[in-house]
């Protein structure tokens, strides 16, 4: 069985705690005052969503199964503060200090403020955006505006659960604004950065951008319109020009010294990573002494702690290697349509370093993109979408070069395409791509 370090929440007993990533069973207390539900993050929200208060104890379980056997022989045990920590990962976000980040917006000069026209809602969505506005007044997010020189629309999006998301269209301020070219990390490396590590920690921000405040004198450009009325953000919105650099320069400034070393941050996605499973607690302690300090919150609902795999910038990051996720391509059928064809080419590009010779694979594909050619998935589509399916029947796996050892390099030439592989042999003498 494959060794997976998962949290548990302590009673008096444990009862089969089974080893999967950020997967848990139960725990049984003597005392039914004191009996706890052990979960995984989504778990935790879904269960205790009205009420985080009984989260209060935080213990790493070891793998494998532990029949009876009382929470306090544990093998490991997360400090005070890390405890507190977690406690506070559940509370109303105060937002991030001002010292660290403030968006500001930088209109170009001379540009005309637009007001985008009222957009028509159907009768049973309205209900629905007034209760997503009304939240969003009670956290402090959105305040009511009168006479704003720009105004933007509101589009509901609906989510799985039924309930919608009330993003507004910022087009119009956002083409008024120049480009913060402060840079993004490149994910490729920061992947391969994170693989062969013992012990992996992944945390999401809570909401993400609204952590981040306005300059106050910015705030009245991002009006919007609402069946309730018109509102302006406090807080920096999703789906605004240059959110993403504002984010990142404030995770550069929070976590400066531990960035590339035992944490690796993409905007509000973030690993804590251990070579030891010895200094994953002192890690996870330093990380979260920053989270206290600067006033940012995470969300617990998609955290998982000191665990050996996870789900990181859309691949799945594990000691021995990066995996890719693979099941949307396996299920989807063949493309009928352009849309369809975009969407699976998407797909494989993100997983291009995991294909050899994809682009001689995707041909056939081509063609079919170009202008004034009629879609006709013919045999030699079909059988170009089997081949890729066949091949990642087997999910591929790159693994982190270990340095010191050789590195053997495979190149590839024909007429229409060219390829290179690293690789690399390991303990067992089985070469592993890189």
Request: glycine share 6%.
């Amino acid at each position: 069985m494959r060794r997976q370090t998962t949290l548990a929440i302590s009673c008096e007993k444990v009862l089969k705690v089974k080893a999967q990533t950020m997967v848990f069973t139960q725990v049984q207390s003597d005392d039914e005052n004191d009996r706890e539900s052990v979960a995984s993050s989504n778990y935790i929200s879904n269960n205790t969503e009205e009420d985080f208060s009984q989260i209060y104890h935080v213990t790493l379980i070891e793998d494998g199964e532990i029949e009876e056997e009382d929470a306090e022989d544990a093998p490991i045990e997360l400090e005070e503060g890390v405890k507190a920590t977690i406690d506070e990962l559940r509370e109303e976000m105060p937002g991030l200090d001002p010292k660290v980040a403030v968006h500001h917006l930088s209109v170009k000069k001379g540009t005309r403020p637009v007001k985008q026209g009222q957009r028509r809602f159907r009768p049973e969505l309205i209900p629905l955006i007034e209760t997503e506005v009304n939240k969003l007044i009670e956290v402090g997010f959105i305040r009511e505006v009168k006479y704003p020189m720009w105004i933007s629309s509101i589009v509901p999006v609906r989510k799985k659960n039924g309930k919608i998301r009330v993003c507004v269209d910022f087009r119009d301020l956002n083409n008024a604004c120049p480009k913060d070219d402060f840079p993004l990390p490149i994910a490729e490396l920061m992947i391969d950065a994170t693989t062969g590590h013992e012990d992996l920690s992944f945390m999401d921000g809570s909401s993400g951008y609204n952590q981040i405040r306005m300059a106050p004198a910015d705030e009245e450009l991002m009006v919007f319109r609402t069946p309730k009325g018109i509102y302006c953000y406090k807080v920096m919105p999703f789906g605004l020009k240059n959110t993403g650099a504002t984010y990142q320069r404030a995770m550069q400034r929070i976590f400066d010294d531990m960035l590339h070393k035992n944490v690796e941050c993409y905007v509000d996605d973030l690993v804590v990573k251990s070579k030891k499973r010895e200094d994953h607690l002192y890690d996870l302690r330093k990380v979260f002494e920053r989270i206290r300090r600067y006033q940012l919150k995470m969300n617990p609902s998609k955290c998982a702690f000191g665990v050996t795999s996870g789900k990181f910038l859309g691949l799945i990051i594990r000691q021995r290697g990066i995996e890719a996720k693979i099941d949307a391509i396996l299920r989807m059928p063949k493309p009928r349509n352009i849309h369809g064809l975009k969407s699976l080419q998407g797909k494989l590009a993100y997983l291009r370093m995991f294909i050899s010779n994809l682009a001689d694979h995707c041909q056939p594909f081509s063609r079919l993109m170009k202008k004034d050619i009629p879609f006709e998935w013919d045999k030699a589509c079909d059988k170009a979408f089997k081949t890729i399916k066949s091949y990642l029947m087997k999910p591929p796996v790159l693994v982190a070069p270990v340095h010191g050892r050789p590195l053997i390099l495979y190149v590839a030439a024909q007429e229409r395409s060219v390829g290179i592989l690293f690789a690399q042999k390991n303990d067992e003498g089985k070469e592993n791509a890189l």
